[in-house]
Each structure stands twice: as structure tokens, then as C-alpha cells.
Antibody, heavy 116, light 109 residues
Framework: QVQLVESGGGLVKPGGSLRLSCAAS????????MSWIRQAPGKGLEWVSY????????YYADSVKGRFTISRDNAKNSLYLQMNSLRAEDTAVYYC?????????WGQGTLVTVSS | DIQMTQSPSSLSASVGDRVTITCQAS??????LNWYQQKPGKAPKLLIY???NLETGVPSRFSGSGSGTDFTFTISSLQPEDIATYYC???????????FGPGTKVDIK
């Protein structure tokens, strides 16, 4: 079955960096756009970024532009999110999801906490 | 940027009740509107895409309608397993922008 598993979350100090990974299985990863979406504790959902199937097209939300970098390795069926210059307001559960437009399915999420 | 509003923000209903949630976009989004269910501690799950299309495997008691700026999500007969927060989400490809509504929390009375 289609499965997405995120990893790499944790506690990081403001200004620090973290790299999230998303391992995909059960579908032809290289055929699909992929996205990152986040949810701050007790809050709603915020789209972060998406990358096209080949990696040639990338978009970011204004809130992370210039600080976050999305990438993918189709040979490894993996999606990544490099997060630099982290701020307290980046604290959230980060989900990877298949597709852009409509997100289906989602991984279980990985928690990123930015705190001193 | 397109803003999404949902109402109500929360509701409490009895098992078997018909539940309706509305979602409004700040400008015309055609039918580019999806609905998700998020149970506590879990990832969201796509239920309805393109305003009215039921995702494969989703029970038929869930439905969606609308176009333009006004959309409706309905649970025809509320079940205990439907306790969750429901989000609408619009998508715009020029430029790509995906905005979620603030969510509607559904409880059993």
C-alpha cells in the first residue's frame, strides 16, 4: 500500500538547521509531485512547499522562502526538506504528502520544535 | 491571496444526525476545493476532491458540493468514528498556492 514515513524532526535552537526526510513506498515515486505541509501545535494546516516529479519545478510559501529548500531523490524514493535559520514560529508537525493540489496520502508527521 | 473561512468552528451533534459544514473563498476558485478529515493525533485524510468527488474508499455518507466561492460538506448520518476536525483547502496553480480553512471540530452530543 501507499506509505509515506517522515523522519528527522527534533529540538533545535533558533537560528539552527534541520533536515527532514520522507521515505515513500507502494507507488512509483518518480511519477508524482510531492509536498510538505505543517501544523503548529493546536493550530491549522499550512502548506510549505512542493516539488515536481522531476524536481525541476519548486514552489514555497512566503513564510519559508529563502530559508527552506525542498529536494528529492527519485532513485531512493525520498523527499527532503532542508530547514535553515529556524524560528520559534516554525515549530510544528511536518507532514509530507503525495501530489500538489490535492494531498493524498499524508505521512504520519515529524515534530520540529524550535526553542532555546 | 485567497482566504478561506469555515463555519461553524465547532459543532456537537447526535449519532445519525445530518451535519453540514460550509467553506467560503474570498474569490472565485471554480471547483478547486478539497475536504480533509483529521482525527486527534493523526494525519489528515482526503475525503472529497474538486468540490464534489468522493475519494476512493471513503464512505458514501460524506459528500461535497458547491463552486465559485461557496462550498458545503455534508455527513448524511453522523457516526461515532466521524469525530474529527474537518478542513477545506483550495488550490490555485498560478502561482501555486494552497490554502486551508481554519477547520471545523465535530463532536458527538
Amino acid at each position: 500500500q501507499v506509505q509515506l514515513v517522515e523522519s528527522g524532526g527534533g529540538l533545535v535552537k533558533p537560528g539552527g538547521s534541520l533536515r527532514l526526510s520522507c521515505a515513500a513506498s507502494g507507488f512509483t515515486f518518480s511519477d508524482y509531485y510531492m509536498s510538505w505541509i505543517r501544523q503548529a501545535p493546536g493550530k491549522g494546516l499550512e502548506w510549505v512547499s512542493y516539488i515536481s516529479s522531476s524536481g525541476s519545478t519548486i514552489y514555497y510559501a512566503d513564510s519559508v522562502k529563502g530559508r527552506f529548500t525542498i529536494s528529492r531523490d527519485n532513485a531512493k524514493n525520498s523527499l527532503y526538506l532542508q530547514m535553515n535559520s529556524l524560528r520559534a514560529e516554525d515549530t510544528a508537525v511536518y507532514y509530507c504528502a503525495r501530489r500538489s493540489g490535492r494531498f493524498d496520502p499524508w505521512g504520519q508527521g515529524t515534530l520540529v520544535t524550535v526553542s532555546s | 491571496d485567497i482566504q478561506m473561512t469555515q463555519s461553524p468552528s465547532s459543532l456537537s451533534a447526535s449519532v445519525g444526525d445530518r451535519v453540514t459544514i460550509t467553506c467560503q473563498a474570498s474569490q472565485d476558485i471554480s471547483n478547486y476545493l478539497n475536504w480533509y478529515q483529521q482525527k486527534p493525533g493523526k494525519a489528515p485524510k482526503l475525503l472529497i476532491y474538486d468540490a464534489s468527488n468522493l475519494e476512493t474508499g471513503v464512505p458514501s455518507r460524506f459528500s461535497g458540493s458547491g463552486s465559485g466561492t461557496d462550498f458545503t460538506f455534508t455527513i448524511s448520518s453522523l457516526q461515532p468514528e466521524d469525530i474529527a476536525t474537518y478542513y477545506c483547502q483550495q488550490y490555485d496553480n498560478l502561482p501555486p498556492l494552497f490554502t486551508f480553512g481554519p477547520g471545523t471540530k465535530v463532536d458527538i452530543k
